[in-house]
């Protein structure tokens, strides 16, 4: 149906900036509002950053100013600069897409497989 591959993850130390990536592919015929959550260990996984069909992002207040999502429809990807990162960004980051798949005729939601950002000295 429709398969998202995140990359970008990585180490950096505080105030540097990491640029995550998400590709959405499969038998897709739209793709809707594009998103990125984040899960640190031991807490609820929350939303970072989205973005609609439109482009009007969407940003939680712990990443504003700070945090840049966009997306490129025509290769079906979303894109979450980072700058500026604390130790407080540190955790797993999911990437959330709203799909219409060709085979089911429905608009599901879509997860990544989550890419780890660490922000350490």
């Known amino acids: 149906q429709v398969q998202l591959v995140e990359s970008g993850g990585g180490l950096v130390q505080p105030g540097g900036s990491l640029r995550l990536s998400c590709a959405a592919s499969?038998?897709?015929?739209?793709?809707?509002?594009m998103g990125w959550f984040r899960q640190a260990p031991g807490k609820q996984r929350e939303l970072v950053a989205s973005?609609?069909?439109?482009?009007?992002?969407y940003y939680t207040d712990s990443v504003k100013g700070r945090f840049t999502i966009s997306r490129d429809n025509a290769k079906n990807t979303v894109y979450l600069q980072m700058n500026s990162l604390k130790p407080e960004d540190t955790a797993v980051y999911y990437c959330?897409?709203?799909?219409?798949?060709?085979?089911?005729?429905?608009?599901?939601?879509?997860w990544g497989q989550g890419t780890q950002v660490t922000v350490s000295s």
């Open positions: 959330n897409v709203r799909a219409r798949a060709r085979a089911t005729m429905r608009i599901d939601e879509y």
């Open positions: 973005i609609t069909g439109g482009g009007s992002p």
């Open positions: 499969g038998s897709i015929l739209g793709i809707y509002a």
